[in-house]
C-alpha cells in the first residue's frame, strides 16, 4: 500500500510515520507538511533514510503540490491542521485556511486520484464542553458545538470529509480523538510545556482555576486505534477515541512535579483561556465493542515515560525553544 501522510512532521502525525514504518514495512509512506513552527523534522531522524519513505515539503493548500503527491496514493491519513486552541485565539485565520479550505484541497484531490480510504485525524473538542459534575461522555451521536476558532475549524472539516462521502461516495472514515501526549509534543501544549518549565525550574502557568478537565491518551494508543479504523473500520464511520483518564489540569501538574521531585509554590495560577472549555470526556464504547480498541497505557505509566522522555532528549526541546517559540511564550504569557 502506498500512503499520503498529511502532518507527518507533527507531534502525533510523526508518531503515526515511525509507527506504520516499523509494523508495517511493506507500506510506502508519502509525508506531506509545510513545517510550521510546529513541524519538525527531528522527529523522523530514525526513519528518514528508509527507501519507502519520502518527505515532501508542501502545504495542504496548494492544490498543485496535493495533486502531485497524490499520485498512486491508496490511503490518504490526514493530520495536517494548526492544533493549538491559545493560537486559534491569536490569530484564527490560519486555522480557517489549514484546516478548512487543506481540507478542502484534499478531498478533492482524493476523489480525482480514486483513493480507496480517506482517514480524517479529528479531535473530541468539536463536540464542545462538558459540565464538571456530569458524567456524560461525549460519543459519536454527540451533535456537534465547537466553542473555539480551533475547534469551529476542526468541525467545518469534519462535515466536509462527511459531504465527500455522502454526496460523491469518496471513502472516508474519521476519528474523534481526546487530548494527546507523549514523546515530540511541542512544548505549547499542557503535559510538555509544564514539564520543560519543571526541570528549569521555572513557574508552571495555570489558566483560571486550574480545575478544568481533559481526557488523557498516550500517542502511540491514539496511534493504535488509527490503525484498527484504517484495517477493519466501516467505511463512512466516525469512531470516538479516548484514553479513559479523565484528570483536572491542576493534577496533571502537580503529577508531573511530583515526578520530578519539584515543590508545588512553581504552580502560578493565570488568566483564563478565552472561551475556555470546562470539560472533555469521550466515551470508547463504539471503538471497544465493534473494533476491539482498549488503550494500553494509563495516566501513571504514560507520563512517567513521558517525563523520562523530556529529560532524556534535552537537546530536542533546547532547539525548539530557541527562536519563534520565545516570540510566542512571551506574547501568551508575559503580557
Ligand atoms: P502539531 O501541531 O504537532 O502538528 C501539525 C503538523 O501539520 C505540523 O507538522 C505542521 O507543520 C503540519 N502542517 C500545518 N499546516 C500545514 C499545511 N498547511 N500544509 C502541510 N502541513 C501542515 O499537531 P498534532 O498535535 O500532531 O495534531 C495532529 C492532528 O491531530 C491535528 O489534525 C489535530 O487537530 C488532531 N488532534 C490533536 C490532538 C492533540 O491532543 N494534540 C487531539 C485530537 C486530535
Ligand atoms: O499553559 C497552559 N496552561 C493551562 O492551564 C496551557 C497551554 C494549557 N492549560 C490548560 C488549558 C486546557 O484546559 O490545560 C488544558 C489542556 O490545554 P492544551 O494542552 O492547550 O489542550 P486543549 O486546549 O485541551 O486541546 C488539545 O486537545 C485536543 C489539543 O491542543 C488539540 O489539538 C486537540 O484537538
Known amino acids: 500500500m502506498r500512503l499520503l501522510v498529511t502532518g507527518g512532521a507533527g507531534f502525533i502525525g510523526s508518531e503515526f510515520v515511525r509507527y506504520w514504518l516499523k509494523n508495517h514495512n511493506q507500506d510506502n509512506i508519502i509525508n506531506l507538511d509545510n513545517l510550521t513552527y510546529a513541524g519538525n523534522l527531528d522527529n523522523l531522524t530514525n526513519i528518514e533514510k528508509f527507501p519507502n519513505y519520502q518527505f515532501i515539503k508542501g502545504d495542504i493548500c496548494d492544490a498543485k503540490t496535493v495533486n502531485n503527491a497524490m499520485k498512486g496514493i491508496d490511503i490518504v491519513v490526514h493530520f495536517a491542521a494548526e492544533s493549538h486552541v491559545d493560537r486559534s485565539i491569536l490569530e484564527p485565520s490560519k486555522f480557517i485556511q489549514t484546516n478548512i479550505l487543506g481540507t478542502a484541497i484534499l478531498l478533492e484531490s482524493a476523489l480525482q486520484h480514486k483513493v480507496k480510504r480517506f482517514h480524517h485525524i479529528s479531535t473530541d473538542e468539536v463536540f464542545g464542553s462538558l459540565d464538571l459534575n456530569s458524567s456524560t461522555k461525549f460519543n459519536e451521536e454527540t451533535p456537534y458545538n465547537p466553542k473555539s476558532p480551533y475547534s469551529a475549524s476542526k468541525a467545518s472539516s469534519d462535515m466536509l470529509?462527511?459531504?465527500?462521502?455522502?454526496?460523491?461516495?469518496?471513502?472516508?472514515?474519521?476519528?474523534?480523538?481526546?487530548?494527546?501526549?507523549?514523546?515530540?509534543?511541542?512544548?505549547?501544549?499542557?503535559?510538555?510545556?509544564?514539564?520543560?518549565?519543571?526541570?528549569?525550574?521555572?513557574?508552571?502557568?495555570?489558566?483560571?482555576?486550574?480545575?478544568?478537565?481533559?481526557?488523557?491518551?498516550?500517542?502511540?494508543?491514539?496511534?493504535?486505534?488509527?490503525?484498527?479504523?484504517?484495517?477493519?473500520?466501516?467505511?463512512?464511520?466516525?469512531?470516538?477515541?479516548?484514553?479513559?483518564?479523565?484528570?483536572?489540569?491542576?493534577?496533571?501538574?502537580?503529577?508531573?512535579?511530583?515526578?520530578?521531585?519539584?515543590?508545588?509554590?512553581?504552580?502560578?495560577?493565570?488568566?483564563?483561556?478565552?472561551?475556555?472549555?470546562?470539560?472533555?470526556?469521550?466515551?470508547?464504547?463504539?471503538?471497544?465493542?465493534?473494533?476491539?480498541?482498549?488503550?494500553?497505557?494509563?495516566?501513571?505509566?504514560?507520563?512517567?515515560?513521558?517525563?523520562?522522555?523530556?529529560?532524556?532528549?534535552?537537546?530536542?526541546?533546547?532547539?525548539?525553544?530557541?527562536?519563534?517559540?520565545?516570540?510566542?511564550?512571551?506574547?501568551?504569557?508575559?503580557?
Not at 525550574?201 to 496511534?223: A, F, Q, S
Not at 470516538?240 to 496533571?252: L, P, Q
Request: net charge positive; aromatic share 12%; proline share 5%.
Open 161 to 335: 470529509v462527511r459531504a465527500y462521502y455522502h454526496t460523491f461516495g469518496l471513502p472516508i472514515t474519521i476519528s474523534n480523538c481526546s487530548n494527546n501526549y507523549g514523546p515530540y509534543q511541542f512544548p505549547e501544549k499542557l503535559i510538555p510545556l509544564m514539564i520543560i518549565n519543571a526541570i528549569q525550574g521555572k513557574p508552571l502557568p495555570v489558566y483560571g482555576d486550574g480545575l478544568n478537565v481533559r481526557d488523557w491518551i498516550y500517542t502511540e494508543d491514539h496511534i493504535k486505534a488509527i490503525e484498527l479504523i484504517l484495517e477493519k473500520g466501516a467505511i463512512g464511520e466516525t469512531y470516538c477515541v479516548g484514553g479513559e483518564s479523565e484528570i483536572a489540569n491542576v493534577d496533571v501538574v502537580k503529577k508531573i512535579l511530583s515526578i520530578l521531585n519539584k515543590e508545588e509554590k512553581l504552580i502560578n495560577y493565570v488568566k483564563d483561556r478565552l472561551g475556555h472549555d470546562r470539560r472533555y470526556a469521550i466515551s470508547n464504547h463504539k471503538i471497544s465493542t465493534k473494533l476491539g480498541f482498549k488503550p494500553a497505557h494509563n495516566f501513571e505509566s504514560g507520563i512517567k515515560s513521558t517525563i523520562a522522555w523530556y529529560q532524556n532528549n534535552r537537546p530536542w526541546w533546547e532547539r525548539v525553544l530557541k527562536g519563534d517559540y520565545q516570540k510566542y511564550y512571551a506574547s501568551q504569557y508575559e503580557k
